[in-house]
């Protein structure tokens, strides 16, 4: 298990990257917009680039992070983890007795499965696992 992503909710992400690009100094490996999920991701590569941060814009007021964003503002809204297997992580976290928002994995666009636990399982954190193809 290895950090794929911290996740930050921003409300503008050209601002952000005036933070995080221009005065860190990360570089930025692209933007992406996702239009099932409602939101424009700018992802920024850390150390070796296996690991990065992602600046997520709500595009829709409709959406999870924009109902998050409204509750809590802006801020860090998750971490996921890379998993070799995400069905048996899951399998493992239900015996454990932990509230899984996605008890069956969700795919994304381009094939990688993933699924959230409820940050009333993980100490007040939201969760997502990814299981990237090798």
């Known amino acids: 298990m290895k950090l794929d992503h911290l996740a930050i909710a921003v409300a503008d992400l050209d601002a952000a990257l005036t933070f995080y690009r221009d005065a860190l100094g990360l570089e930025l490996d692209g933007i992406e917009a996702v239009e099932r999920e409602g939101v424009r ?54 015996a454990h007795g932990c509230e899984l928002i996605h008890p069956q994995p ?17 100490f007040g954190v939201l969760v997502e696992l990814y299981e990237k193809p090798e």
């Open 41 to 94: 991701i700018a992802f920024l590569p850390l150390g070796d680039g296996t690991s990065r941060i992602e600046l997520v814009q709500p595009t829709r007021d409709d959406t999870g992070i924009a109902k998050w964003m409204a509750k809590h503002g802006p801020g860090m809204h998750h971490v996921c983890l890379a998993v070799p297997n995400l069905e048996s992580a899951l399998a493992r976290l239900v």
């Open 106 to 122: 969700v795919r994304r666009e381009d094939g990688t499965p993933y699924a959230f636990i409820h940050p009333r399982s993980a």
